[in-house]
């Protein structure tokens, strides 16, 4: 029996691990169908499309699939509206929940509910997109040396360069010059692990872990949502636990 019971933990693990990649590949592939939809599927002009195939390969989607997304009809890619909600948690900490829907409805209603029963409440248009804009980032791992990465970026319109820790280095810069950079540090023969768009906050709130842990659990709630393509709040942890 116990080794009957071993054998079920794993399966249910794995079974657990297959619908999480499953879910994050679906998100993907949509958002490439979307990114694609405009007809330009070149990447040198599409910088969201550049984005999420970067996504695709951090996830290992096959080339197929990835293939087939940006074939996809634009009356199929129309289905999904792209919005952005905003809202609050605890201490008046802010969320920007981006999301790609058919049924905006239905979307809405079960992010109100995951604030809700997190201790937090939607917003409207505009209450908290101001504490945040919109930025490049690159995560390269410590096989490059420091110096080369920081560099390249600086030459080509990076921001700024952080040594995150001893085996991760964060490059950020303007949205507008991500392609540019993704670009510099191909031909500079610097292969990041990611990149992406993404919406960066302006100022941070801090919380004491206890707090912490409920933002941690209203993002974990937010993100199982189907049409949720990503979550940015301005909640961290401080030091003082």
């Not at 958002?31 to 970067?54: H, K, M, P, Q």
Request: charged share 25%; proline share 1%.
């Amino acid at each position: 029996m116990a080794g009957h019971s071993k054998w079920a933990n794993i399966q249910h693990r794995k079974n657990r691990q297959d619908e999480k990649k499953g879910k994050l590949w679906t998100k993907i592939i949509r958002e490439i169908t979307v990114a694609s939809r405009n007809g330009v599927t070149d990447t040198n002009y599409n910088f969201r499309l550049r984005a999420a195939l970067s996504k695709a390969s951090a996830a290992n989607i096959p080339k197929d699939n990835i293939n087939k997304a940006m074939q996809k009809s634009s009356k199929e890619s129309n289905l999904y509206e792209e919005i952005n909600y905003e809202g609050y948690g605890i201490e008046g900490s802010a969320f920007v929940v981006k999301a790609l829907t058919d049924n905006k409805i239905k979307t809405a209603s079960e992010i109100r509910h995951a604030f809700t029963k997190n201790e937090g409440s939607l917003g409207q248009d505009g209450s908290v997109s101001f504490l945040f804009r919109s930025c490049g980032k690159f995560i390269f791992s410590s096989a490059y040396q420091e110096e080369d990465i920081f560099n390249t970026a600086l030459e080509f319109g990076a921001e700024d360069v952080i040594k995150i820790d001893e085996t991760t280095i964060e490059v950020t810069c303007l949205s507008e010059h991500y392609i540019k950079l993704c670009h510099a540090f191909e031909n500079a023969k610097l292969i990041f692990e990611s990149s992406d768009i993404i919406t960066e906050p302006l100022i941070m709130v801090k919380l004491n872990h206890e707090k912490y842990t409920k933002i941690q659990k209203l993002i974990l709630d937010l993100e199982n949502l189907d049409d949720v393509q990503s979550v940015y709040t301005n909640a961290v942890l401080t030091g003082n636990h």
